[in-house]
């Protein structure tokens, strides 16, 4: 147990060293965009955000199936933690977005399809964690947020693909994005360093995450067992 704790915590030390120093080539290494200038640093940490959130949601999704598939209680951890964390990935998406829109569009919201998509894939998983912290009883939570949690992810395909189905505002992609779209491969050196750093710290999150869900259903799991033993043992009589 001491040897995993500390295998896991310089993990995380290895991976705020990865993010430090992707930090300080985004602003100092990487070549300043000619169109868009610094403002563009924005997209390294804004699109690899992007990816991994939807990677989280399809970890969730994934997780959710499992559970209506085997009603193992471990699936729900894993959907649960997995949300948690893509949402807070998707919020940096929705913070830095128009952070760089300002400069560049001259606005910093517009209803886009794919703007407008990202916000409800943010509300729609404020939902589902709001749906699990109403909901008591441990099976039925798991059960209906398992399939509200396979709804809230297909707007995750809607939202990739808007952009390549109709014409937007939104940048067309640079990753993927055919032969006209591309970046200088000092770019793509940075944005693999940052997207390598991020997915780090994603997953050393969601394994923290679901190791205090596991926790907190064997607390409940233990405070059910002493309950009942309390019940079925009978009052002593007070001798005088």
Excluded at 89 to 112: E, H, S
Excluded at 121 to 131: H, Q, T, W
Excluded at 167 to 192: C, E, K, S, Y
Aim: charged share 15%; glycine share 6%; aromatic share 16%.
């Amino acid at each position: 147990m001491k040897r995993n704790a500390v295998a896991w915590g310089l993990a995380w030390l290895a991976t705020a060293v990865v993010l430090a120093l992707a930090g300080y080539v985004i602003f100092f290494v990487a070549p300043r965009e000619l169109t868009m200038g610094d403002i563009q640093r924005i997209f390294y940490f804004h699109a690899s955000s992007g990816m991994l959130a939807d990677f989280a949601f399809f970890i969730s999704f994934l997780g959710c199936v499992g559970f209506l598939a085997s009603r193992q209680p471990r699936w729900d951890w894993m959907a649960v933690a997995a949300a948690e964390v893509g949402l807070a990935f998707n919020t940096v998406v929705l913070i830095t977005g128009p952070i760089w829109a300002k400069p560049v569009w001259g606005v910093w919201w517009t209803w886009d399809p794919r703007l407008t998509l990202q916000f409800v894939l943010e509300l729609l998983y404020v939902a589902y964690l709001l749906l699990r912290v109403l909901m008591i009883e441990p099976d039925r939570r798991a059960m209906i947020s398992g399939v509200f949690g396979i709804f809230a992810f297909l707007d995750v395909p809607l939202s990739y693909f808007s952009i390549r189905w109709w014409r937007t505002l939104h940048p067309q992609p640079v990753i993927g994005g055919g032969p006209n779209a591309g970046m200088d491969p000092r770019m793509w050196q940075v944005f693999l360093l940052a997207s390598i750093g991020l997915l780090a710290l994603l997953v050393l999150m969601i394994r923290d995450r679901y190791r205090l869900e596991e926790a907190r259903w064997e607390l409940a799991e233990m405070t059910a067992e002493f309950e009942a033993n309390e019940q079925t043992v009978e009052p002593k009589e007070v001798s005088r």
